[in-house]
C-alpha cells in the first residue's frame, strides 16, 4: 500500500494551499457554523463559496457539462483537506453541492439541471432538505406530508421539522406522500418546493448552541408544479436513498476529525492540572491516547475508501462507518476538552472569562446533534450489521 501523492498531486496541493492564504480573509479562520441566519453573515458566506467556485474548486467532481470541472477524487480529496487545514468556513451552499446536485445530475430532467446547477455551485440559491417529520425520522419513510396531483400541480399540506437553513433557503429537496395506498416505501415523490411559494411558513427552532440552525416548515395548500417532480412519480424512495448516500459522505469528514484532535492536544499542553500541564497527567495521557489510536484508525479507514473512490468501486457501508466512527468521536474528542478545560468549560460564549472564544462548549453541542443528523449511530449500525456483516435485522 502506498500512501503517497504523486509530485503532481503535491503540486496541486501548494497551489491551492497559495490560493487559500491569499484569499481567505483572517476573521474568516474558526468562524462558528450556525450563524448563517445573519444577512451580513449570510453574504459573507455566498461570496465566499462564489470566490471558490470561480477559483474552479466547487463541484470539482461535477461533469463540465454541468459546471463542475471533471477533477478525478484525489484532487477533491486535497481540496477539502485543505480548506480545513486553512480552518475555513464550511461551504453555504453544501446541501446543493453534495445532495441535491448529484441528485439531479443522476435522476433529474434536462431542464431541472439546467435551471438549478449553475446557482448551487454559485450559491446564488440555496438548499434546504425536506425529509425528517414528527415522527418520521429514522423511520423516514412512514412520512405523512401529502402531495395531491391536481392537474399539473402538487397540492401539499403538512410538516417537516429540524430543516437546517430553511429560514434562508431558496429551494427545499422534499420527500412528499403522493400515493397514501401504496406500501409505504413505494408511495413517496421527491420534489423540489421554492422556499416562496405561497403557504409555506417557517419557525426557527433555538438549539442547545443558543443558535436556531433548524426550523420547522409547515404546508399549506402549497402549489407545486408537476415538473418539479425529480425521478418517476411514487419512484422517490430510490431519489432520496442516491441523496443519503451523498449526505452520508458529506458528514465523514475526517480531516476535521484529525484538526479536532490536534487542537485537544495543544489545549491539554496549555492548560494546567494539578499544578502541571494537563497532558503529562496519566489519566490524561491515557484519554489522549485512546482518542489517538481511534482518529488513526478513522484515517486508514479513509484511505481505503479514498481507494474505493478512485478505483470506482462501490464503497457499500463505507460511507456509513466514516459517519458513525467520525462524529462520535468528534464529540468524544469536544467531551475530553471540556474535561481538560475544568470548570472554564462550563461558560457560555458570552461569558468574558471565556477560553479559545467558547469553541469547545459550542463544539460540544453542535458535534452531538451531528451524531443524530443523517441518520443516527444506532442507524449506521443497524446498516453497518445488517447490510455490511450480513446479521438478521431486528424485529
Ligand atoms: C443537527 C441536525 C440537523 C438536521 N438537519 C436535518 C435537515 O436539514 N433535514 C431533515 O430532513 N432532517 C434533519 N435532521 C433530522 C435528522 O435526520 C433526524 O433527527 C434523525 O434522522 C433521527 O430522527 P428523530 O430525531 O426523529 O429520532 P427518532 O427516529 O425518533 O429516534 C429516537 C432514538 O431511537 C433510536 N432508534 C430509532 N429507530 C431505531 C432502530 N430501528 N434501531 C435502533 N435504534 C433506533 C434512534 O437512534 C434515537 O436514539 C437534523 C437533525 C439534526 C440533529
Same mark, same amino acid.
Given at each position: 500500500?502506498? !500512501? ?10 501548494? /497551489? ?25 453573515? &449570510? ?34 480529496? $486535497? ?35 439546467? /435551471?438549478? !446547477? ?21 423511520? &423516514? ?7 395531491? !396531483? ?34 409505504? %416505501? ?23 448552541t ?16 408537476? %415538473?418539479? &417532480? ?17 449526505? /452520508? ?60 473512490? $478512485? ?12 459517519? &458513525? ?6 464529540h468524544?474528542?469536544a467531551a475530553?476538552a471540556l ?6 468549560g ?6 468574558? %472569562?471565556?477560553?479559545? /472564544?467558547?469553541?469547545w462548549p459550542f463544539e460540544f453541542m453542535f458535534t452531538l446533534?451531528?451524531? $443524530? ?15 455490511? !456483516? ?6
Amino acid at each position: 500500500m502506498d !500512501l503517497s501523492f504523486t509530485p503532481e498531486q503535491e503540486a496541486f496541493r501548494r /497551489r491551492v494551499r497559495t490560493w487559500i492564504k491569499a484569499n481567505l480573509p483572517a476573521r474568516e479562520r474558526d468562524a462558528q457554523p450556525l450563524d448563517a441566519a445573519d444577512p451580513k453573515r &449570510l453574504r459573507v458566506l455566498k461570496d465566499w463559496q462564489r470566490k471558490l467556485y470561480d477559483a474552479g474548486y466547487v463541484g470539482m467532481g461535477w461533469p463540465k457539462e454541468f459546471g463542475g470541472q471533471g477533477a478525478d477524487v484525489v484532487q477533491q480529496t $486535497i481540496v477539502s483537506e485543505e480548506l480545513v487545514v486553512a480552518r475555513a468556513p464550511g461551504l453555504i451552499g453544501m446541501m446543493g453541492i453534495l445532495m441535491v446536485g448529484p441528485t439531479l445530475i443522476q435522476h433529474g430532467t434536462d431542464e431541472q439541471r439546467r /435551471r438549478h !446547477l449553475p446557482k448551487i455551485l454559485t450559491a446564488e440559491e440555496i438548499w434546504c432538505q425536506g425529509y425528517s417529520e414528527p415522527g418520521s425520522g429514522s423511520d &423516514l419513510a412512514s412520512l405523512k406530508t401529502r402531495a395531491d !396531483l391536481v392537474g399539473d400541480e402538487f397540492v401539499i399540506n403538512g410538516q417537516k421539522v429540524w430543516t437546517s437553513n430553511a429560514q434562508f433557503a431558496d429551494w427545499m429537496f422534499c420527500l412528499v406522500r403522493t400515493d397514501p395506498t401504496a406500501p409505504k %416505501h413505494r408511495g413517496i415523490s421527491y420534489v423540489l418546493i421554492d422556499m416562496r411559494s405561497p403557504g409555506i411558513s417557517v419557525r426557527p427552532l433555538i438549539q442547545m448552541t443558543g443558535d436556531a440552525g433548524f426550523n420547522e416548515v409547515f404546508f399549506e395548500n402549497v402549489r407545486v408544479p408537476r %415538473h418539479n &417532480l425529480v425521478g418517476e412519480l411514487n419512484q422517490g424512495w430510490l431519489v432520496a436513498n442516491a441523496t443519503l448516500a451523498h449526505e /452520508r459522505n458529506m458528514l465523514g469528514m475526517t480531516t476535521r476529525t484529525q484538526q479536532m484532535f490536534n487542537s485537544l492536544l495543544r489545549l491539554a499542553q496549555s492548560c494546567q492540572r494539578g499544578g502541571r500541564p494537563a497532558a503529562d497527567d496519566p489519566v490524561m495521557r491515557q484519554k489522549l491516547a485512546d482518542l489517538m489510536i481511534r482518529v488513526e484508525a478513522m484515517k486508514y479507514h479513509s484511505f481505503r475508501q479514498l481507494t474505493d473512490a $478512485i478505483k470506482k468501486r462501490s464503497p457499500g457501508i463505507g460511507a456509513s462507518v466514516n459517519k &458513525l466512527v467520525s462524529t462520535e468521536l468528534n464529540h468524544d474528542i469536544a467531551a475530553t476538552a471540556l474535561e481538560v478545560m475544568g470548570s472554564y468549560g462550563t461558560l457560555a460564549r458570552t461569558s468574558r %472569562h471565556v477560553l479559545n /472564544r467558547g469553541t469547545w462548549p459550542f463544539e460540544f453541542m453542535f458535534t452531538l446533534g451531528l451524531v $443524530i443528523g443523517g441518520g443516527t449511530s444506532q442507524i449506521q449500525k443497524n446498516i453497518i450489521s445488517e447490510r455490511g !456483516l450480513g446479521m438478521p435485522r431486528m424485529g
